[in-house]
């Protein structure tokens, strides 16, 4: 069976948890998406996890996710 471990906080699963809520707050398949940008979206991994160590490794508020992928897909 595939794995998927999230990129943010390296929870693990059986798969791509696509339209889940992360324990690190990501909502997989919405948040995480960069608009299909392949690059774009490995740029907002490393976003969201600086934003997660930032934060106390604690779930990320809808404002600090919103701040993240704003930096990344206006940048
Ligand atoms: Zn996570």
């Known amino acids: 069976?595939?794995?998927f471990i999230c990129p943010v906080c390296e929870e693990k699963y059986e798969s791509y948890p696509d339209q889940e809520i992360c324990?690190?707050?990501i909502h997989f398949g919405?948040?995480?998406t960069a608009g299909g940008n392949d690059a774009k979206?490995?740029?907002l991994y490393a976003?969201?996890?600086e934003a997660w160590i930032a934060n106390g490794e604690a779930e990320l508020?809808?404002?600090q996710?919103?701040?993240s992928i704003a930096k990344?897909?206006?940048a």
């Open 61 to 63: 508020s809808k404002d």
């Open 1 to 3: 069976m595939k794995k």
């Open 30 to 32: 919405y948040e995480d």
């Open 65 to 67: 996710i919103r701040d």
């Open 72 to 74: 990344i897909i206006n």
């Open 41 to 43: 979206r490995v740029e």
């Open 23 to 25: 324990r690190c707050g």
């Open 47 to 49: 976003k969201f996890r």
